[in-house]
């Protein structure tokens, strides 16, 4: 029900932070991928070690550590997100949110934040019921601000009352419900978005019963074009030859040739988002060959080549209709990112997605991918995933960089 839910968790400092790992667990359990944000008191009651060891990613705590500002600005780590989970909310934060007050990392990406937020107090029974903290609630409430809990009965300070941090797996059920009801209500970041994806190889031809081709199976491209479709985008893939079936609510334009993918890209635009996963040759026959060429003609025969058209780098330099991000594929078999940090400023395309296809990896043509996004300014290591679930990752990140549906 989780899956690839991104969960931007804020642990704020109270005795139930320790119930923040096993909540930690249970979300990913399910799927989602947790990220998380410690406020100063949050790591006097548990250590960033152990939320960094349940979550598989640092616990960020500083807001201004230069490091974790190199690594993920705070406005990244706030946008980056489906859901903003605060567990457990004490009285304090509840009054930051509620004031606008932004003094450290957690108070800061609460602030920024345009994602929906869900609180998990958790508080003494005095505190919770003291008229500030009341006050603070409705404001929140009135913000759209979802919470879940607190229970009632014995609290850590011996007093019993309300105020004990909702049990992990109402919490969870409560994070259920909220994606749920969302997908239900459509979620469709990239709704009024039009995308093109070229996927799969090319079929140069030598004659014309021969041609020159390549291992590229077509199946990273046909999931990103379906993860983009699924995001509400109208999408158009345009493929070389694959055994693949046309994915659904995708428009499918099937060519050859390096120069027909082209074409149909052309015809295509405009788009806001072109995503070139193709493994297009690099080389086709510099005359046509109109027939076949006979084994008994003399000598082997030499193959006369002329460069293709390199698509992701003339869709990236087009003046008025360029789409306002493009995305290059580079499949490499060694210094993987160096040399997709160079490709992605030779071609001007704006992020590279570089895989490592060495023969070790087993990568070429298999179901999963090991991918690393190369930006302008960033490189970041995906871990090792289906080529479906890098394909719904990456639509994530494009739906986050264009921004808000335009219907
Ligand atoms: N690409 C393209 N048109 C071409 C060649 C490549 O659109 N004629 C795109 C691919 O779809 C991919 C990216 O460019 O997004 C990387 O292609 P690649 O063939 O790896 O790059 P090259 O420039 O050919 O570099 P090399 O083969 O030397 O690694």
Not at 100 to 107: E, H, K, M, P, Y
Not at 229 to 256: N, Q, Y
Not at 337 to 362: E, F, L, M
Request: charged share 25%; hydrophobic share 45%.
């Amino acid at each position: 029900m989780l899956q690839d839910k991104r969960v931007l968790l804020i642990v704020g400092g109270g005795i139930a932070a320790y119930k923040a790992l096993d909540l930690i667990r249970r979300l990913r359990e399910r799927g989602a991928r947790v990220r998380a944000i410690m406020t100063r008191a949050g790591t006097e009651f548990v250590t960033p070690l152990s939320v960094a060891s349940l979550t598989g990613e640092k616990a960020y705590t500083d807001l201004f550590s230069l490091t974790d500002e190199a690594e993920m600005g705070h406005i990244r780590l706030s946008r980056e997100a489906d859901l903003v989970l605060v567990a457990p909310a004490t009285a304090d934060l509840m009054a930051s949110m509620a004031h606008g007050i932004a003094r450290d990392l957690a108070t800061t990406a609460l602030l920024a934040t345009d994602k929906p937020v869900m609180i998990a107090p958790s508080m003494n029974v005095q505190m919770w019921l003291h008229p500030a903290t009341q006050r603070n609630l409705r404001i929140l409430e009135g913000d759209g601000i979802l919470r879940v809990g607190p229970g009632s009965g014995d609290l850590a300070c011996g007093e019993s009352g309300d105020g004990r941090l909702a049990e992990v797996m109402d919490i969870v059920a409560a994070v259920e419900t909220f994606f749920s009801a969302r997908s239900k209500a459509g979620d469709q970041p990239l709704a009024g978005r039009r995308a093109l994806v070229t996927a799969g190889p090319t079929h140069e031809a030598i004659d014309p019963v021969r041609y020159i081709a390549n291992r590229s199976s077509g199946k990273q491209g046909y999931a990103i074009a379906q993860a983009l479709a699924a995001l509400g985008a109208e999408t158009t893939l345009v493929s070389g030859p694959t055994v693949l079936p046309d994915p659904d609510r995708v428009f499918t334009v099937r060519v050859e040739s390096a120069r027909e993918m082209l074409a149909a890209c052309e015809a295509a635009l405009p788009a806001d988002v072109a995503v070139c996963v193709a493994a297009v040759a690099d080389w086709r026959m510099a005359d046509d060959t109109r027939q076949k060429i006979k084994k008994n003609s003399g000598a082997p025969p030499a193959l006369k080549l002329v460069e293709n058209p390199d698509i992701l780098a003339g869709l990236s330099a087009r003046a008025n209709d360029r789409p306002r991000l493009v995305v290059g594929f580079a499949a490499e078999t060694q210094n993987v990112v160096a040399y997709a940090q160079a490709k992605r400023a030779k071609k001007h395309c704006d992020w590279i997605v570089a895989n490592d296809v060495s023969p070790a990896t087993g990568i070429m043509g298999g179901d999963d991918n090991t991918v690393h996004l190369v930006t302008a300014d960033t490189v970041e290591d995906w871990p090792p995933a289906s080529k479906s679930a890098v394909a719904e990752r990456l639509a994530r990140r494009i739906a986050d960089h264009l921004g808000e549906p335009t219907v």
